[in-house]
């Protein structure tokens, strides 16, 4: 069975940085869109940033320019490098897979277990 497993979080100064890791595991995501998603304290879940399969990539407004998402197919793993850390960036942060290919076939909606980033001086 699929299962995705993130690193990386922590307790980091404003203006410093973090790279969370996502690995994916129990299927094949060549042909899926990763992405990683963040839920703040008393906020709804947003979509932070999204690749494709096809590596082509998107952000929300509040984190373009400072975090940057990439993917390494061979690894099955999802990085998010986060730089110019904001107050505003803590908040449990959540791996997403849109589907897989599993034995049984394709599965959908897949999430990690979250890591926590806390930027706070």
């Known amino acids: 069975q699929v299962q995705l497993v993130e690193s990386g979080g922590g307790l980091v100064q404003p203006g410093g940085s973090l790279r969370l890791s996502c690995i994916a595991s129990?299927?094949?995501?060549?042909?899926?869109?990763m992405a990683w998603y963040r839920r703040a304290p008393g906020q709804r879940r947003e979509l932070v940033a999204i690749?494709?399969?096809?590596?082509?990539?998107n952000y929300a407004d509040s984190v373009k320019g400072r975090f940057t998402i990439s993917r390494d197919n061979a690894k099955n793993t999802v990085y998010l490098q986060m730089n110019s850390l904001e107050p505003e960036d803590t908040a449990v942060y959540y791996c997403?897979?849109?589907?897989?290919?599993?034995?049984?076939?394709?599965?959908?909606?897949?999430w990690g277990q979250g890591t926590q980033v806390t930027v706070s001086s």
């Open positions: 997403h897979v849109d589907r897989a290919r599993e034995i049984r076939g394709w599965g959908y909606d897949y």
């Open positions: 690749i494709t399969s096809g590596g082509n990539t």
């Open positions: 129990g299927g094949i995501f060549s042909s899926s869109d």
